[in-house]
C-alpha cells in the first residue's frame, strides 16, 4: 500500500487535519492500535466533562444547604457512568467511519517505522512519501512496589462500583479533577502531593485557595511533601507507604502522577526521528529531524501545554502548511487552560506569578465575591487576577470562580486583539451580571 500521507494516531488533531486536507487531492491514510478518535472523546475530556455536569449540580446544591435548599443532590456514580456510556456510544463507533468520510483510509494496527518511507502495522509494509506523528500520550507508569494495583484515569471513567475511599497520587489536572468528580460521589478522598503545591502551572495564589475550598467543603483530605514508596494489598483493599510512614488503607488507589510520550512502539531510530522524554523534537514548521516527517499534538516535545485546544491549532498549522495556505512557522496565540475542579481554576496570557516578579506589568485583583450576590453566594471565595502591561493592555487572566473558564474565555478575546482599554469601553457592552459584574469597576 502507497499513500502520499501516513497520519499515526487518531485523536483530536487528527480529525481536524483530515478536515484540512480534505481538498488537497493527497491520498491519506490514519494508523490506530486502539480506539478510533484518541484520547480526548474515549478517555479524557469529553466523558470528563459528561460527569463533571451532575458533579456539579450535586456539589452546588449542597454547597447551598441552609442557603435556600434544604435536601442536597445526590449523585449516583454507577448511573452517571453508565448514562456517559450510553451518550457516548454511538458518537464514539462512529468515529471510525466519520474519518473515512473525510477521505482517509483507516488501518487498526500499532505502527512502527521501518525506514524513513515504511512503516509496519499488522506485520505488513506501508509505504508513504510523508508521515505525521500523532501518537499521544500515555499514563506515567509509578516505578514502585504493588504499581500493578494502581488504576488510572481511564480505568474510573468505566468503574461501576463506587469506592468507599479512594487516595489518588498526583495533584495535575487529572488528580484534581477526578478528586472532585470522586467527592461528589460522596468518596472519601486522600490526594497525596510529592511538592507544596497542586497544578504546578497555576497562580499559586487561586491554586492555595482551591485547596482550602476543596478541604473545607468537599471534605478532601490532602497530604502534602510525601513520596509514595510502595502499594500493598491489604485484607480489605490496598494500604499507601510513604517514606514517612504508612499513609492509610484505601478501596482504591490511583496513579495520577503525569502522562508520557506514545514513543517506544513507533521504532523511530529506523527513521532517524529525534525524541527526548518529553516527546518528538520538531522545528518550527512541525516538522522533524526527517524531512518529510511531521509531529502534532501531545507526542511534540513542546513549552505549549498538551491540551485538545493546541494538538488542533498544531493540526490546523500543517495542514494549512503541507497545502502551500502558508509558509510562516508556527506562532501559538493567547492560550486558554481550565481546571474542572469546585471552584473551577482557568487562567490564559501572561502568568500572575511572573508579573509579580516582572515590573513591566501591573496587576488588578478583584474580589468577585464583594456583596456575595453572585449564583446565591456558591462564589464565596472567588477571585479574578488581571495582568496589563505598560500601555494598559490586558496580557493575562486568571480566575478561581464556579464560572471561570467561561470568564476566560471572553476575556481572551481582549488579549488577543490587543485592545486599548478606552477602545474595549467604547466598543462592548457586556450582558450584565455575569463577567460585567466581575470586571465591573475597570470598564
Ligand atoms: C482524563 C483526561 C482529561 C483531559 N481533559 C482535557 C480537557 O478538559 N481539555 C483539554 O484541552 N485537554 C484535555 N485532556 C488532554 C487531551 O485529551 C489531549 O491533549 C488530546 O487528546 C491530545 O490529542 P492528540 O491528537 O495529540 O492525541 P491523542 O488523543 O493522545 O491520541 C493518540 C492516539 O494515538 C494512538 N497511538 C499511539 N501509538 C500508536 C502507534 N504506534 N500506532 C498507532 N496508533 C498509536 C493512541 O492509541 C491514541 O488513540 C485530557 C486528558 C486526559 C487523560
Ligand atoms: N482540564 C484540562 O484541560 C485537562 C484535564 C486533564 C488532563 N489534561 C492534560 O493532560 C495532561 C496530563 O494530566 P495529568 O494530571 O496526568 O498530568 P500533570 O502533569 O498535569 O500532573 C501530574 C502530577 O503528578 C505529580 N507527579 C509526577 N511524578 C510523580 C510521582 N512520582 N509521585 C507523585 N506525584 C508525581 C506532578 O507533580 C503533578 O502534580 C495535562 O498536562 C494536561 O495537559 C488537561
Redesign the pocket.
Known sequence: MKFDYVV????????RFLLGMQNSGKKIAV??????????P????E???FLEGAARATLTSMRLQGKGITQPAKLDWKELIQQKNKAMASFLNNMQSMYEGLGATTIK????FVDQHTIE?NNKKITADNFVI??????HPLNISGHEYLLT??NL?ELEDTPKNVAIIGSG??GM??ATLLSAAGVKVTVIVRSGQPLEGFYSQHVHQLVDEMKNSLGINFIFNTNVTAVTEAQTGYEVQSANGNLGTFDKVINASG?VP?IN??KLDNAGVEYSNRGIKVDKYLTTSANNIYA?????DKTA????????FE?DYLSALLTNKTTEPLRYPVIG??T?TFPQLAQAGISIDKAKEDSNYSIKDIDITQGDFLYAGTDDHARLSLVFDKQNHLVGAAEISQTAVDDINALIPVMAIDVDPEVWKEKMIMAFPGLAYKIRTLI
Open positions: 499515526i494516531g487518531s485523536g483530536p488533531s487528527v480529525y494508523v490506530e492500535k486502539n480506539r478510533f478518535g484518541g484520547i480526548c474515549n478517555e479524557g475530556c466523558p470528563k466533562i494496527g500499532e505502527a512502527s502495522v500523532a501518537t499521544g500520550k500515555k499514563p484515569s481511564t471513567f489536572y487529572v479533577e477526578f502522562r506514545e512502539a513507533l502534532m499534538g501531545d507526542i511534540v501545554p498538551a491540551l485538545t485546544s493546541t494538538a488542533q493540526a487552560t481550565v474542572f
